[in-house]
């Protein structure tokens, strides 16, 4: 065995080398060892056998060329040894077009083949190349300039100057028209390089005039045309007299055919879709002009300019363009069709065998197609492999026709499309660019034959920008890294530029080749990969991938009915991109980082958490992603494994064992009333807190929602996030619910709560199971439902808590009914209400099993004895009827340190009489809102593990709510030791009195003398909202003096109104309560009859099921239906990168004092707003100053360094005249910001003009293309102050604009 195939054997065995790597490493040891091909072959197959087998992913970041992948294992070519050249110098401004070139050579030739690019100073070369001669910028084309270039590198490279002089160079232009150009192929050869490209005389005779000619010469049909300029017969184009007279006379030739016919007007020259215009009314003078100009600007030359008729414009319009490759004059296996944009630049090419050709058109017309390729061919001489384009459609008659419009007598990047349908002998694949090489170097084609495996191949390119329906692509600026996603086996070949993304080279960034058995495959393929690999662009983001994949799973795409014409037509057009991690970096978290979270806000804006809480929020953060919760048989139900009664019949015991239980009401309600319902983003790591330690402890739930779902919408988090984000592990999420009104303040209808029910219980389900969901079954969803004040009607039997409880049961989730305490709700009603949840239940085939009693604060009436007396009330039902003993949970507010005590004593009280049932709410050590969990699990039995574990719950937890400290409002003394206020709103209601600028020792008592003028019961959302409501504006009535309940009623009574909302009113007249209503409350609302009226007809407004987009996710229907417009608006917006929702794990970046974060702070970031597992590990590298003075900030993520950056916000904005390209201030009326990125050619307008609507603004080059801008609606009837960027001249470029650069100044007229 040789030497080289043991060290290859070995290398092999290795997990980290890539399969690139590893055929790279073969060739170059075969070479030295023993160079021939049979042996490089087996190298090659064993490499790529062992790389596919180790499934490993090429990394796109340390090299582009380590992309370039084979179809299968025994696909890789043979060597050719030696390499006909040793030096090859590629000549190509788009580095995909030259990454293309180097990834074949290196394919088949590893390093033995020198390599050079050329490029423009001060520009890096790609990896892997050997050398670079450098030329001036804007030289692209000067040949003269590329020999003293030449000339001059020959003199520093004695190699190069050898390899010349020997005639051993090549000159490579890749797939460019230049490598068509017979003027460049006789002045290559006068470099003393090698031309591997089409010979001069065959150029010039297949080129697009030529071409057309000897196919009337043929017979072979083509569109007919008219010649208005031959080749080499131009005017100069720097000369505007000659210009204006060349542009004339081409209109006056225009006129002179006499024709109506839509057609296009094309140069020679171009290719891409630049130097073609659209000319549908060649009698219209105005689009002669304009077509004319667009060729010409594009080209920047007048010869070989000719008017071409469209096909099939007496039908349908619609047509495939077909392209078959002819080698010599021998017509390749198979047939490519083509797919492009509005401007005529192709997106994909998918290469056919033969016999799959008539999914697209008769295989005898394909067949006569092939004929007349090979007579076109042998016609011009061509000797090199060529591609014959012709549009294939159904005319008025329904018969199929076919049409040569041109020849491309030069590689072409599509050409893997149809390479790849074919192998030699060995089943080796074809290589474009090594094949021009042997060619070149005087060996004959290769012999190939059909592919044995592969029958349709993909050829999609990758492009970086917006796709309309019309085709239109707005390319978007950006920084390229490389790609990411899983290898993906069937992918042949995958190329990506990596650095900037540049807007006056091809807007090509790189390709993808895939390989498929048959279309259904392929076009399944295909949508995989456009969801698995993405590149990763730093700087803007692109909608492109999800429009691919759109194409792919289309419908009528993939029943071969979408025409070559109309490739974005019937697609649907995704609105936003899809964000990636760069993205959100960018627009996410930076600006948080640096600006701060709500900035200026919180009981004292200048309180932010010290280093060391940030640092402590951190560890805890890694210190729990790594614990290991306990399994329970809560978990098994939950996950679909176990029934509901086995979780209970497992809770029973619990209690029974430890005479009671807890629930851990931290931080949903501890931050609701402690810190203005800021529990949004520390519910993730509290959740984690608690199941992996509280449960430990005793703990048998874990309370969410209410208003840490509405605040968290309200301040940019999803809150059907914050929900799964909720859901504990071994333990249910109880989240409140306010009956009706479910999470907000709008009353909802069946016909909405019901559809908003169903997709939270999908939710839920998916999340315990995936893939399995609802189901049929009990979802693991324990909502409290209850209603503030316990309302039933008993002439109607309506209740809104009842119905709720049954349409949550409907949709199979598990709800606790809640009975709200006070001292004025009957004892004789509480029975009634528990026979009643009894019987719902059992109506939905379900044991009732868990009550809940809620006290909103903690009243002077909170006391043991009177809690126990409720308890046992539904306790006598449950007995009445034969059932197990109720649990029975307890919630109440602390508001003087005896909460705990209180607890702990009615704990004892059930225990003497056997009751170990008892579940009560309770929060860490000293959180001052709740109960003290150790002064109340004192009256526990629990283990002295338990014990210890409480102690770790309660010194993490506290840990975690420090981080919220500048909204900390647990030292207030706004709410009364022995108030029966809902405690919850304590923070909300200081932040409310800062934003009326009222006194909040006020707040209090204009609650109370709201309540007891209007005493709806109990003071539990919404009903504390309208009180709140009411006590302010009653506060705010200047002449309603004093402000005491006598002074309310006398105002009211004498027919005064109040500043009050439409839902107030509503809840006023409905008095859903079981206290009395006053007088006062029939006169107020008769004193505002009209406003009563209107806000009863809000009904209207609801946003129900059928106003939300067929598109949404479930998790967009939970947000639009339970938080309506307001829900609606953010599952609209989301896509755009406008919330926060990805920082709901990391509250320690958060809330963290701008600009202070520590480099080497890590945290997680959510990346999918519909899976809370998909997430991403981030390192903070630091902060940093950019020389324009924005703030730099450096990130790390799987290996990869970030960088975002951001204008410092505290920074004065100054820019002279001198500076270049300045931003546009945003929201500044009269700044006009660049929206798409470009040269700027020339302005339209001059200073002083006043603008108009839809008028010509200024002219760009954006990705080759030149584009009119037009004047905005919103600039209309403003005048011109400024024009504040350069327009291209003769000696120098225009200004290259980014988005947001400022485009134009004005004033008012």
């Not at 010349?164 to 017979?182: D, H, I, L, N, Y």
């Amino acid at each position: 065995k040789p030497f080289w195939l043991e060290f290859l054997e070995l290398a092999s065995s290795c997990q980290t080398v890539g399969r690139a790597g590893v055929i790279f490493l073969a060739m170059a040891l075969s070479v030295a060892a023993r160079p021939m091909a049979n042996n490089m072959a087996r190298a090659a197959r064993l490499a790529s056998k062992t790389a596919a087998r180790r499934h490993v992913v090429p990394s796109a970041c340390v090299s582009p060329v380590l992309c370039q992948s084979r179809h299968k294992a025994s696909g890789t070519p043979a060597a050719l040894s030696p390499p006909p050249f040793p030096t090859v110098i590629i000549y190509n401004q788009s580095k995909h077009a030259t990454q293309s070139v180097l990834a074949d050579i290196r394919a088949v030739w590893g390093n033995k083949v020198r390599v050079l690019q050329t490029l423009e100073e001060g520009r890096q070369r790609l990896p892997g190349m050997d050398g670079a001669l450098y030329v001036q910028p804007k030289t692209w084309g000067n040949l003269e300039h590329f020999k003293e270039r030449l000339d001059w590198l020959c003199t520093q490279d004695h190699g190069l100057h050898h390899d010349r002089v020997s005639g051993k160079v090549v000159f490579m232009p890749g797939w460019s028209a230049f490598a068509e150009s017979s003027e460049a192929a006789r002045a290559v050869d006068a470099l003393g390089l090698v031309w591997p490209g089409t010979e001069p005389v065959a150029s010039q005779s297949l080129e697009k005039i030529g071409f057309k000619r000897i196919c009337s010469e043929v017979g072979a049909p083509t569109p007919p045309f008219v010649v208005l300029s031959e080749e080499d017969a131009g005017v100069d184009m720097t000369d505007p007299v000659a210009k204006e007279k060349c542009i004339t006379g081409f209109m006056k030739a225009c006129a002179n055919m006499n024709t109506d016919h839509k057609g296009l007007l094309k140069s020679i020259h171009g290719g891409g879709g630049k130097g073609t215009a659209h000319l549908d009314d060649p009698s219209d003078p105005v689009q002669v002009r304009a077509a004319v100009e667009k060729v010409l600007v594009e080209m920047n030359r007048s010869d070989g300019i000719y008017f071409e008729q469209k096909v099939n414009t007496t039908g349908d319009g619609r047509f495939y363009q077909l392209e078959l490759e002819v080698d010599g004059e021998t017509c390749s296996q198979g047939g490519r069709f083509v797919w492009f944009n509005s401007r005529l630049q192709k997106v994909v090419e998918i290469g056919l065998a033969d016999d799959l050709i008539p999914l697209f058109m008769p295989a005898e017309l394909y067949q006569k197609s092939r004929e007349w390729a090979v007579a076109i061919a042998k016609k011009g001489g061509n000797n090199t492999r060529a591609t014959m384009e012709g549009l294939v459609f159904q005319n008025e008659k329904g018969e199929f026709e076919l049409q040569f419009i041109e020849c491309n007598r030069r590689p072409q990047v599509e050409n893997e499309a149809l390479a790849l349908l074919q192998q030699d002998a060995e089943g080796n694949r074809r290589y474009t660019f090594a094949e021009l090489m042997m060619r070149a170097s005087g060996m004959p084609a290769p012999v190939f034959e059909p592919s044995t495996d592969v029958k349709v191949v993909l050829h999609a390119r990758w492009l970086h920008g917006n796709p309309d329906s019309d085709g239109n692509i707005t390319y978007q600026a950006g920084n390229i890294l490389g790609m990411s996603g899983p290898r993906l086996d069937y992918v042949a070949a995958e190329l990506m530029s990596p650095g900037e993304i540049s807007f006056t080279a091809d807007p090509q960034l790189g390709k993808a080749v895939l390989t498929a058995s048959s279309w259904e495959e392929m076009c399944d393929r295909a949508a995989e990969y456009f969801t698995l690999r993405k590149p990763m662009v730093m700087g803007s983001s692109s909608t492109y991938a999800q429009t691919m994949y759109n194409l792919f799973t289309c419908p009528d795409f993939r029943a071969g009915k979408t025409a070559s014409n109309e490739t974005f037509k019937k697609l649907d057009i995704p609105l936003h991109p899809t964000r990636g991690i760069a993205n959100m970096l960018q627009d996410q978290v930076a600006p948080v980082m640096v600006k701060g979270y709500r900035p200026g806000e919180g009981i004292d804006a200048d309180r932010f958490p010290t280093t060391r809480v940030v640092s402590n929020v951190e560890d805890l953060h890694t210190q729990l992603s790594k614990s290991t919760a306990r399994t329970t048989t809560f978990t098994k139900f939950a996950r679909g494994t176990a029934s509901y009664e086995d979780y209970i019949k497992e809770l029973r015991g619990q209690l029974d064992q430890q005479g009671g239980g807890w629930v851990t009401v931290a931080p949903r309600d501890t931050a609701q009333q402690g810190n203005d319902s800021e529990s949004a983003a520390v519910t993730n790591i509290s959740r984690q807190n608690a199941e992996i330690w509280a449960e430990r402890a005793g703990c048998v739930g874990y309370e969410i929602g209410g208003a840490q779902y509405q605040a968290g919408l309200i301040r940019g988090f999803d809150p059907a996030m914050i929900m799964q984000l909720g859901l504990p592990y071994n333990m249910p999420a109880h989240s409140l619910q306010r009956s009706q009104y479910v999470n907000g303040l709008a009353e909802l209808p069946t016909s909405i709560r019901q559809p908003l029910f169903d997709a939270t219980a999908k939710i839920v389900a998916n999340h315990y199971r995936p893939g399995v969901g609802v189901g049929g079954t009990w979802v693991p969803w324990h909502p409290y439902n209850f209603h503030a004040g316990n309302f039933f009607d008993e002439a109607t039997g309506y209740s809104g808590q009842d119905e709720t409880t049954g349409e949550l049961l409907k949709a199979k989730c598990i709800p606790m009914p809640n009975w709200v305490f006070s001292p004025k709700f009957p004892l004789e009603a509480l029975k009634k209400w528990t026979g009643r949840q009894i019987d719902m239940f059992s109506a939905s085939g379900l044991q009732l099993n868990q009550v809940r009693i809620k006290n909103p604060g903690q009243g002077a009436d909170w006391t043991a004895d009177a809690i126990w007396a409720h308890v046992k009330t539904i306790a006598s039902v449950f007995k009445e009827r034969s059932m197990p003993p109720p649990i029975v949970y307890i919630h109440n507010h602390d508001f003087n340190g005896q909460g705990g005590h209180i607890g702990a004593d009615l704990f004892r009280k059930a225990q003497a009489e056997g009751f170990n049932t008892l579940v009560i709410d309770s929060a860490y050590r000293k959180n001052g809102t709740h109960n003290d969990n150790t002064v109340l699990t004192a009256a526990l039995k629990l283990s002295s593990e338990q014990q210890e574990s409480l102690v770790e719950y309660n010194y993490n937890q506290q840990a975690i709510e420090e981080v919220l400290c500048r909204f900390d409002s647990r030292t207030s003394q706004m709410t009364p030791w022995d108030s029966d206020w809902a405690g919850g709103t304590e923070g909300s209601d200081i932040r409310i009195a800062k934003e009326y600028n009222l006194d909040i020792r006020k707040i209090n008592s204009a609650k109370e003398v709201a309540t007891e003028v209007f005493p709806l019961e109990r003071a539990v959302t919404p009903f504390s909202e309208y009180k709140l409501r009411l006590g302010i504006a009653i506060m705010i009535e200047p002449a309603l003096q004093p402000k005491t309940a006598d002074a309310v009623r006398k105002w009211v009574n004498g027919g005064g109104k109040l500043k009050v909302g439409g839902d107030v009113l509503v809840g006023l007249k409905r008095w859903e309560t079981l206290g009395p209503k006053t007088p006062e409350v029939d006169k107020l609302l008769a004193n505002m009859s009209d406003e009563l009226a209107a806000a009863m007809g809000q009904s209207s407004k609801l946003i129900g099921p059928g106003d939300l987009p067929s598109s949404f996710t479930t998790a967009q229907i939970h947000t639009a239906l339970g938080y309506q417009q307001k829900g609606l608006d953010f599952a609209t917006a989301q896509a755009k990168g406008t919330d926060l929702s990805p920082l709901l794990l990391a509250p320690h970046v958060l809330h963290a004092k701008p600009r202070s974060l520590k480099a080497g702070t890590t945290f997680e970031l959510l990346m999918d707003p519909t899976n809370p597992s998909k997430k991403a590990q981030i390192e903070f590298g630091g902060f940093g100053i950019a020389p324009n003075k924005d703030i730099v900030m450096n990130f790390m993520h799987e290996g990869q360094n970030m960088q975002v950056s951001m204008p410092d916000p505290a920074a004065a904005v100054s820019a002279t005249s001198n500076s270049g390209p300045r931003k546009a201030e945003p929201g500044n009326p009269h700044h006009l910001g660049t929206v798409v990125p470009g040269e700027l050619l020339s302005y339209s307008v001059n200073v002083g003009d006043i603008l108009k609507a839809g008028g010509p603004l200024c002219v760009l080059e954006s990705m080759k293309m030149e584009m009119k801008i037009s004047v905005p609606d919103e600039l209309d009837g403003l005048k011109v102050k400024a024009l504040p960027c350069k327009g291209r001249t003769k000696e120098k470029q225009g200004d290259i604009l980014a988005p947001g650069d400022l485009l134009l100044e004005m004033q008012e007229s």
